[in-house]
């Protein structure tokens, strides 16, 4: 009884761990961002009075370095769009992974980014349970399409493809192609399986079902 109780209640404070830390982290990393860009306001409120802009000396615009940065940011990126700016970008790139240790710094940071950037579970089209990675055991997977190109001239059959993630980082994995009667089709939606995923099955979906054993079939986008 006693182990029981532990069991619960471990289980419901790791739920509650799950749901309350990404909010205290967006919340201190939003509070972080806003506190030091807006630090910098007053280098550019100096900057708008060396260039004639009538402000009173000390005066403080507030969250002028904020709105100073996003735009900076938003004309390096239009810069790095054009022909001048993309070959001007690979060339700084190939200097800096010449440098040993700010060139894993700068390719850890630049990772991460793009894993939070292409990140887009709309690219998923249904939730699978598959075989994998032995016969026996489950795995959770996300079917994105049918196997196109050389990998359908090979198998010389319908196959899908089925991406399979790994915890407790959803945006890494493996890329399978199954035959459809191999997979079997769940009702839990995209963002359940997610949940289930990073949560390593402790945040389980209201209710799981499943739908087609056999003959897994995609409906075509509109």
Do not use: C, H
Request: hydrophobic share 45%; no cysteine; aromatic share 10%.
């Amino acid at each position: 009884m006693i182990t029981k109780l532990q069991r619960r209640i471990r289980n419901i404070f790791i739920t509650g761990l799950l749901i309350t830390l990404p909010i205290a982290l967006t919340w201190f990393i939003l509070q972080f961002l806003l506190k030091n860009f807006d630090a910098l306001s007053p280098v550019f409120t100096n900057m708008l009075i060396q260039v004639g802009v009538p402000i009173p000396e000390g005066y403080r615009i507030p969250f002028l370095g904020l709105g100073m940065t996003l735009l900076i940011v938003l004309m390096v990126g239009w810069f790095t769009t054009n022909f001048f700016g993309k070959k001007l970008f690979i060339l700084g790139e190939t200097i800096v992974e010449k440098i040993p240790f700010v060139r894993r710094i700068y390719k850890g940071t630049k990772q991460v980014v793009l894993s939070i950037a292409e990140a887009d579970t709309t690219a998923f089209r249904k939730v699978v349970l598959l075989e994998f990675p032995r016969r026996g055991l489950l795995a959770i997977g996300f079917v994105t399409g049918e196997s196109r190109g050389e990998v359908q001239q090979v198998t010389q059959e319908n196959m899908l493809n089925v991406f399979v993630p790994t915890m407790p980082n959803p945006t890494s994995g493996f890329l399978i192609f199954s035959p459809p009667e191999e997979l079997t089709e769940v009702s839990m939606t995209i963002e359940e399986g997610i949940k289930y995923v990073v949560s390593g099955g402790i945040v389980t979906p209201p209710s799981l079902k499943i739908i087609e054993a056999k003959g897994l079939k995609l409906e075509q986008p509109s």
